[in-house]
């Protein structure tokens, strides 16, 4: 089995307003950039043969520092972008209740079957996403490798692989640390979740005591 751990990209300058920037190429912070550089630090001693990322800049620059603390190359994958959220790109949940508040509800009950209007339908993101993991499964059996991706892409893939119903992802998973941990082994015929949302300042912490 392959050892996955996933971890979403780094604080950027929408975090503090908390707007929805799915596909939406928004820059990091930064305390992003730290934060890139403190998974850099665990990086160097994880075990990593690869690091593979999705096409939005906040990711790849997150994902870079890593790639080059273990010296590997930096793989990039579409399949590992983050939900499109159409209508909602940019807002805040305040500005999505004043501009569209019946389908903000609708989505709120079920965030699948009523996903965020013009957007990307969960199903298919989630579908390419772990149809990505599936492939790294082939090209790293038995390997230890790190994904950085997107905070709701992650959230569905991990209901998808253990079992979850997709629309319960919001409430299962309510949210996933900027450059936090999550952990996963996976085969083609079974998946496990060994660790979630461990906050790296935690992992270092305990790094440098030890």
């Known amino acids: 089995m392959t050892q996955f751990v996933l ?18 190429d928004i820059a990091l912070t930064e305390r992003g950039l730290e934060q890139a550089q403190q998974l850099a630090a665990w990086a160097r ?11 939005l800049t906040r990711a790849q620059l997150t994902a870079t520092a890593c790639a080059e603390a273990i010296g590997v190359p930096l793989n990039v994958d579409e399949r ?4 499109d959220f159409g209508h909602a790109e940019g807002m805040t949940r305040a500005e999505m209740h004043e501009r569209f ?12 079957a009523d996903h965020l209007p013009g957007g990307e339908d969960p199903t298919a993101a989630v579908r390419r996403f772990t149809g990505c993991l599936y492939d790294l499964v082939d090209r790293h059996p038995d390997d230890r490798v790190l994904v950085v ?15 979850v119903p997709l629309r319960d992802y919001r409430r299962i998973f309510p949210s996933v640390r900027n450059c936090a941990l999550t952990e996963i082994r996976l085969s083609r015929e079974a998946a496990a979740l060994l660790e979630f949302n461990t906050p ?11």
């Not at 971890?7 to 939406?24: D, F, L, Q």
């Not at 790296?200 to 030890?210: H, P, Y």
Request: glycine content about 6%.
């Open 80 to 83: 590992l972008r983050e939900l």
């Open 45 to 55: 001693t994880a075990g990593l043969v690869a690091v593979w990322t999705s096409t």
């Open 101 to 112: 508040p019946e389908a903000l509800r609708a989505f709120r009950a079920d965030p699948v």
């Open 149 to 163: 991706a997107h905070t709701t892409a992650i959230r569905l893939a991990l209901c998808e692989l253990i079992g």
């Open 7 to 24: 971890v979403r990209h780094g604080e950027t300058e929408w975090h503090a307003e908390n707007r929805y920037a799915g596909i939406s």
């Open 200 to 210: 790296i300042e935690r992992i270092n912490a305990v790094q440098e005591t030890t």
